[in-house]
């Protein structure tokens, strides 16, 4: 056991008064707001674009700030063309998340061409701590946080429980390269998928 003596800290009565503190306080806001209105003022009355730009205010919610394309939000789930979902009920990603909120239930497929579908595809967002280790996890691309849906809020707690036909909901076909053929609308197998990705892959 380490024996550590705590040194307390004795505050003369002009400290316990805070006065300085607030007085410092006040200088920082002050000198923030000057700085940046110099700055303003030179790039924007006196053209000098060298200099460094001042902050800026956003006016939320009528404004939002652009985020980054690598920018973690809300899930979605793709689409193949002929508009099934993207995921084949791998289970990848409900058994890396870590949070334990991806509830899906797997199907059989009616035409064989995919073993399985999500018959159910659930998420509760408010386990959820936007790590992205579903969207690594899954070998199918077909879940995505790429929504940049900012405005998450609500009243109610259901509203953060978001199903299959709501994280499919605006979702396009995806860009991914590997899928370029199904971009332009050719129906692309997933033998042919194997193909393009692994070149050794037999075809038969
Ligand atoms: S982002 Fe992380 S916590 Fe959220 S669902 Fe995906 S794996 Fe789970
Ligand atoms: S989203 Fe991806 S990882 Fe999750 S079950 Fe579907 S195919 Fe598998």
Redesign the pocket.
């Known amino acids: 056991m380490i024996d550590k003596k705590v040194v307390r800290v004795r505050l003369s009565w002009w400290q316990k008064t805070y006065y300085p503190e607030v007085a410092r306080g006040l200088w920082i806001t002050a000198s923030h707001f000057f700085v940046n209105f110099a700055r303003h003022w030179m790039r924007h009355v006196f053209r000098m674009k060298s200099v460094t730009p001042g902050a800026v205010t956003i006016q939320y919610p009528e404004e939002k700030r652009p985020v980054s394309p690598r920018w973690?939000g809300r899930?979605r789930l793709m689409l193949r063309p002929d508009g099934s979902p993207r995921c084949v009920a791998c289970m990848m990603?409900e058994s890396?998340?870590?949070?334990e909120?991806?509830y899906i239930t797997p199907a059989e497929t009616p035409d064989g061409r995919v073993e399985k579908y999500p018959a159910v595809f659930d998420?509760d967002l408010l386990?959820?701590?936007?790590?992205?280790?579903?969207?690594e996890a899954c070998p199918e691309d077909a879940i995505r946080?790429d929504s940049f849906d900012l405005d998450l809020a609500s009243y109610a707690r259901k509203d953060f429980y978001l199903d299959r036909e709501f994280l499919l909901r605006n979702s396009e076909l995806t860009t991914h390269a590997q899928y370029d053929g199904e971009l332009e609308g050719r129906p692309v197998s997933r033998l042919n998928l194997l193909k393009d990705t692994h070149p050794t892959t037999p075809s038969g």
Request: charge should be positive; hydrophobic fraction near 35%; aromatic fraction near 4%.
């Open positions: 973690r899930h990603c890396a998340c870590p949070d909120c991806i998420i386990r959820c701590c936007f790590c992205g280790l579903c969207v946080m």
